[in-house]
């Protein structure tokens, strides 16, 4: 059975966050932590369990089982590329929706390729996805959204040869739900939903 992912489970990135400093993401934090034997890079993934209280969300969202292992150049370039063009977005007015994840087994990083970490506790992914849908600011996000809505998915190898323009990644949510089994969107209409999943973005990177 696939794993259901509605809107209102997504982390929500909107003006508020940015003018509180929280739209940042943490990818360039834990560089030396002393977990990462094979990546510089340890990162909390954007999904926050929603039928949580919000403190607790926060701990579930930076507990150690919520983490993946990034490769440097693939979270301090390609990554960060991203993100700060999510904040672009936000400071544009728009409101941006994110979620991410991992899957497959096995990547490249600074040292080379591993499929474990950790002496074997912790398993390297083979790739990283996000989806971004992307509405102008205000109430009602999941009644605004339509087949026009711009939903930005990315599917990134896991690797240190990776190209720093993650337009160049970008693909559908299908695809991503494919690979993963997630049932993404899963709380809009199914017409709407069918929409958006099958399209694959066009729109700037910049």
């Known amino acids: 059975m696939s794993q259901k992912w509605p809107l209102r489970c997504l982390t929500l990135l909107s003006k508020a966050h940015r003018e509180s400093g929280s739209a940042r ?9 002393k977990l990462n034997l ?16 919000p ?6 969202t930076n507990l150690m089982t919520n983490i993946i292992s990034q490769a440097p150049q693939n979270n301090q370039e390609t990554w960060a590329n991203l993100e700060d063009y999510t904040r672009d977005l ?4 728009k409101e941006v929706y994110v979620v991410m994840g991992s899957y497959g087994v096995g990547g490249t990083g600074t040292n080379g390729s591993a499929q474990t970490i950790d002496n074997g506790r912790v398993t ?4 990283i996805w996000k989806m971004l849908v992307v509405l ?3 109430e009602g996000d999941q009644q605004g959204i339509n087949t026009s809505t711009r939903v930005i998915a990315v599917d990134t190898p896991n690797s240190n040869t990776v190209r720093p323009d993650w337009g160049s990644y970008r693909t559908s949510v299908d ?3 494919q690979a993963t089994g ?15 999943e099958r399209q694959v973005d066009t729109g700037p990177t910049r």
Request: glycine fraction near 16%; proline fraction near 5%.
């Open 175 to 177: 695809a991503i739900e």
């Open 136 to 138: 102008e600011e205000g």
């Open 90 to 93: 936000v400071g544009d007015g």
């Open 55 to 60: 403190e607790r969300r926060s701990r579930k």
């Open 182 to 196: 997630y049932d993404l969107l899963s709380a809009l209409p199914a017409q709407v939903q069918q929409a958006l």
């Open 124 to 127: 390297v992914p083979g790739r």
């Open 25 to 33: 993401g943490n990818g360039g934090e834990g560089r030396n932590g």
């Open 38 to 53: 094979f990546y510089n890079t340890i990162i909390p993934t954007a999904y926050e369990n929603c039928n949580r209280k």
